[in-house]
């Protein structure tokens, strides 16, 4: 019987590897070790140590009492509140407690934002974040996500009012997204590419995964709640149509916006929320998931709008606004914008020639 071929574990790439944890990674990334340097990759393995928590907990969410359901509150959003979205957020406050970093943490599930008051003026940094992305997926074992952002402190934000967090995407230094699926993974920006960890339990570590990530130009998935059709603007309802009756196109929609993203980060496709009749703004909450998740997708060579202007141009008026979101390649989102467009110029021929018929 042949002899079984032995290949030579190449123990050198695999430990230079293992040992790039996200830390480390960060540090890297900026080819520096100064104090902000250390700060930044401090923090961000603070957001990791909120990821290993709310992953141990929801992977034995099942075995535990009172882990799961409603807590029969409404949050700022006007949603019932998952006992889950409660415990992920107060991990988060948790982890930065003492730390020196972050002097606000502002949370989808927070009217206004959490002080620390033991890290202020030190933490000049502010989190944005949405502790769990996908809340009716939470007791349905299905994937759900931690969505994230950083910003710096401008100002001692004396009223509360955190006025200095009203402004464009590009004024975010990091953010990423932690996917809570098979495996834990964390996948963050830094403004230098787009770079994915996954969590390796029998170490506790976020190990590197894969470097510079790009999307592919186009991909066949769309991924929308069809259930809202009716109520979307007709440019969007001819879209979906098109897809429909254009081969090569498939719908994928998991119930959380993270793993939607994460399948359009390494296959390409688009990713919708639109507006409706009722909601022209959408669901999606500008501070801690359009514009987190637009400057990761933009950092990998995709795409995101609210179907007239860029996620990363938007001014927000107000902390807990939302946006419509066409997010993913850039093939993908362009194909979506032309039915905007095209819609909004047959719209404004149309005013026009009703204008022309209105005697003066
Ligand atoms: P949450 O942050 O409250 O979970 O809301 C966001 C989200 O759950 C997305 O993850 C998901 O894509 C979408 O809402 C699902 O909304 P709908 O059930 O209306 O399709």
Not at 176 to 200: N, Q, R
Not at 297 to 318: F, L, N, W
Request: aromatic share 8%; glycine share 8%.
């Amino acid at each position: 019987m042949a002899e079984a071929v032995q290949h030579p574990i190449d123990y050198e790439s695999a430990l230079g590897r293992d040992c790039t944890t996200l830390s480390r990674h960060v540090l890297q990334q900026l080819q520096s070790f100064s104090a902000d340097a250390q700060d930044l990759s401090a923090l961000m393995s603070r957001i990791a140590l909120a990821g290993k928590l709310i992953s141990r907990h929801l992977s034995r969410a099942g075995l535990m009492e009172g882990v799961l359901g409603f807590t029969g509150d409404v949050n700022v959003q006007g949603e019932s509140v998952k006992k889950l979205d409660v415990y992920a957020n107060d991990v988060f406050i948790s982890v930065f407690k003492q730390s020196g970093l972050v002097c606000r943490l502002a949370s989808e599930e927070m009217e206004k934002p959490y002080y620390i008051p033991e890290n202020c003026p030190i933490g000049r940094y502010t989190l944005l974040y949405d502790p769990i992305d996908g809340s009716s997926n939470t007791d349905i074992n299905m994937s759900l996500g931690s969505i994230f952002a950083i910003r710096q402190q401008e100002g001692n934000d004396l009223d509360g009012e955190a006025k200095d967090l009203l402004q464009l995407g590009s004024k975010q230094i990091a953010a990423g997204y932690i996917l809570y699926g098979p495996s834990t993974m964390l996948v963050y920006s830094i403004g230098k590419g787009v770079h994915s960890f996954t969590l390796d339990p029998s170490l506790g570590e976020f190990i590197l995964s894969e470097e510079n990530i790009q999307l592919p130009q186009h991909g066949s998935v769309y991924s929308v709640n069809e259930g809202n059709f009716w109520q979307w603007d007709e440019s969007i309802r001819e879209y979906i149509r098109y897809v429909h009756r254009t081969e090569g196109y498939t719908a994928r929609y998991s119930g959380a916006m993270v793993g939607d993203i994460h399948r359009i980060l390494v296959q390409g496709g688009v990713f919708l929320y639109p507006g409706t009749v009722k909601k022209p703004e959408g669901k999606i909450r500008l501070l801690y998931e359009s514009a987190p998740l637009a400057f990761l997708v933009e950092q990998a060579g995709g795409r995101a709008i609210t179907g007239t202007q860029d996620i990363m141009d938007v001014v927000p008026e107000k902390l807990h606004q939302r946006t419509p979101l066409i997010i993913g390649s850039k093939d993908d989102v362009a194909l979506v914008e032309s039915f905007i467009q095209r819609h909004a110029q047959a719209q404004e021929e149309k005013n026009i020639r009703a204008q022309a018929r209105i005697p003066q």
